[in-house]
């Protein structure tokens, strides 16, 4: 029997239906998990994708591409395979995508996390026959503190640098990262500065209606003593570059799965780093390939090698896949 996905030099395809899921090369017909620039890219035909997933599209790759949206569990019929979108939890829109075709189904997970962060929707892990997980946190150091303790740690290291005349900015992932910072800190009534990398990406989720608070522009004209006390949020492009200058004093806090690891934050110039991450920890990667029931595991991008052999070692199936993704978080630290 022919498997229902391939790995290609031009990434996961499905021969019956002939389509990529994620592809690194322009494909005719690409199905996409999430916006993220390491899973969409630019090149290919039309897109499928999630409903939440269009107008991230449209706004990394340009409002003419050729793109459908769909609802969550809506199958779609594509020549010989079914196709349908589940939450995958790792920012707003992003999915696993089931593929079946005669009566076996395949999961792709893209990224995803366990812990629903209010924003990004529940995961909802999928029984399939064979499951292609990611791995990027694929080793037993990384296990995730609730995320409320972490932004009870946010929230006192603000007031900390209040009482010692400091500007506090997060580092944070320009579509994602960001946005989960937002929502979960706007009960603190503070007002959100933020680089125009996130201000584009928050007006096109405000445009399209999600619950997110205001935030503002900083421009060359912005006063310095409105920030005063206030929150700026900024991509990790921005923490080495002259636009910081402007903000002095100021303690800069990293958010970013890397930081459990001890000297991450020293090696980042950061005053502080907080262990918040939008992937599945060590337990969450165990637990989603337990429930999933698969028969076969395909273990990509990240620890994928630690991860695969320690499933075999559990009598799972498992194989490390080579594969183009992860590059956008990962160089960026924001993961």
Not at 103 to 114: E, H, I, L
Not at 211 to 234: C, G, R, Y
Not at 284 to 292: A, D
Request: aromatic share 10%.
């Amino acid at each position: 029997m022919q498997p229902v996905l391939t790995f290609t030099e031009g990434g996961i395809y499905c021969p019956a239906g002939g389509f990529y899921i994620d592809p690194w090369k322009p494909a005719d017909r690409a199905v996409i998990t999430h916006a993220h620039s390491d899973h969409a890219r630019l090149g290919s035909r039309h897109y499928l994708c999630t409903n939440d997933s269009v107008p991230l599209l449209q706004l990394r790759l340009g409002k003419d591409i050729s793109v459908q949206g769909v609802g969550w569990g809506e199958t779609v019929r594509i020549g010989g395979a079914e196709v349908s979108f589940h939450p995958a939890g790792h920012m707003i829109g992003s999915a696993q995508v089931k593929v079946t075709v005669d009566g076996q189904a395949w999961v792709a997970s893209g990224d995803y996390k366990t812990e629903n962060d209010g924003i990004s929707g529940a995961f909802e892990p999928v029984k399939c026959h064979t499951f292609i997980t990611e791995s990027t946190f694929g080793l037993p150091i990384y296990r995730w503190r609730p995320q409320t303790a972490i932004f009870s740690d946010i929230e006192g290291w603000m007031r900390e640098n209040e009482a010692a005349g400091k500007q506090s900015i997060l580092v944070a992932y320009s579509l994602g990262k960001a946005q989960r910072l937002l929502y979960n800190l706007a009960h603190t009534g503070k007002r959100f500065f933020v680089h125009g990398a996130i201000y584009n990406a928050q007006q096109t989720l405000l445009s399209a209606g999600w619950p997110l608070p205001p935030v503002e522009l900083i421009t060359p004209e912005t006063n310095k003593s409105e920030m005063k006390n206030q929150l700026i949020i900024a991509p990790p492009s921005a923490a080495d570059s002259a636009w910081m200058k402007k903000f002095s004093p100021y303690s800069l806090g990293v958010c970013s799965g890397w930081m459990q690891v001890r000297g991450n934050t020293r090696r980042m110039n950061a005053d502080a780093g907080f262990a918040i991450s939008d992937h599945a920890d060590w337990p969450g990667l165990l637990q989603t390939i337990r429930y999933t029931g698969a028969e076969k595991v395909f273990v990509t991008h990240g620890f994928s090698s630690v991860l695969a052999r320690y499933l075999q070692e559990n009598d799972i199936p498992a194989e490390a896949v080579r594969t183009a993704f992860g590059g956008e978080e990962e160089t960026e630290t924001t993961a």
